[in-house]
């Protein structure tokens, strides 16, 4: 499908944080907010890394996992708690925050915190849920959605900026490739760059193994680094990671979270790739 070149989008973050296409700059967090003790310390650790590299930073974490492969699933801290957390992080800290929302009347609640809005990709094609997500005038990064090709994320960019808002954020995670696996097509990457706004590769949640240990999801986190690498030499502008100082025992997505005291190390590697890639 060929599209007309399109201008490059700056995206408002915060006052002082503009990115595009011509920015590298990281997303990262634990999948989900366990306590207040462990949020903040891996918040101050990326916050760390990021300084000492250079490289713009977001921090992300839910505070509330309603997708959960089982019912009886830990799923957070719950959105007033979490959003507290987020809050102080914020704060603190001084960085953005960046959190899933995962219906329609919780849009506006988690704007008055998050700098970010993020669309879980199951979700990504709901209209009530976009448009109230976008009408707080916050960001909004669209998780693409594991059954969505690249060449339907206009659609879903209509519906934002129909809202009124056009700072918008897309963000590959993989795409079903037969039961309980997932694929990244790096065509996709590409394809969504068109767009004029920034695209951002999850690398975490692309090695994935969804509900493949049956009451939780699987994956290879010894694939993330390549998934990566890849994304951000074919384009990509920004990475996602979900980060944890002990992945074995965290209580969500254990098996696809990043050692948080790797980051530095993929984090310097990713930042030559991408400057050598533009």
Same mark, same amino acid.
């Given at each position: ?27 990262? *967090? ?6 207040? =003790?462990?949020?903040? #310390? @891996?918040?101050? +650790? %990326? /916050? ?27 799923? *957070? ?6 959003? =507290?957390?987020?809050? #102080? @992080?914020?704060? +603190? %800290? /001084? ?184």
């Amino acid at each position: 499908m060929k599209t007309k070149k399109t201008a490059l989008k700056k995206v408002r973050i915060t006052n002082s944080l503009f990115i595009s296409q011509k920015d590298f700059f990281l997303i990262a *967090g634990p999948c989900v907010i366990e306590n207040e =003790k462990m949020a903040v #310390k @891996i918040a101050a +650790e %990326l /916050k760390k890394v990021c300084e000492y590299s250079g490289v713009p930073f977001i921090f992300k974490a839910s505070y509330d996992k309603a997708n959960r492969s089982s019912g009886s699933s830990f799923r *957070g801290q719950g959105m007033d708690k979490g959003l =507290k957390i987020l809050n #102080k @992080i914020k704060n +603190e %800290l /001084k960085i953005p925050v960046l959190t899933d929302v995962h219906d329609a009347s919780q849009a506006v609640k988690a704007g008055k915190i998050a700098d970010v809005l993020q669309i879980p990709a199951f979700l990504c094609r709901q209209t009530d849920l976009l448009t109230a997500c976008a009408r707080t005038g916050r960001a909004v990064n669209v998780k693409k959605g594991q059954f969505l090709s690249p060449f339907e994320i206009h659609n879903i960019i209509k519906k934002i900026e129909l809202a009124g808002n056009k700072n918008i954020l897309l963000t590959e995670r993989g795409f079903s490739f037969g039961y309980n696996n997932l694929v990244v097509d790096l065509r996709s990457i590409a394809y969504m760059k068109k767009t004029g706004y920034p695209v951002i590769i999850d690398a975490t949640h692309s090695v994935q193994r969804p509900g493949g240990e049956g009451d939780r999801s699987g994956g290879d986190r010894e694939y993330i680094e390549t998934i990566a690498k890849g994304a951000v030499a074919a384009g990509a502008n920004g990475v996602f990671m979900e980060a944890h100082h002990d992945v074995k025992n965290a209580l969500s997505d254990r098996d696809t979270q990043y050692p948080l005291d790797k980051v530095s190390g993929i984090l310097a590697l990713l930042k030559e790739i991408f400057e050598a890639a533009n």
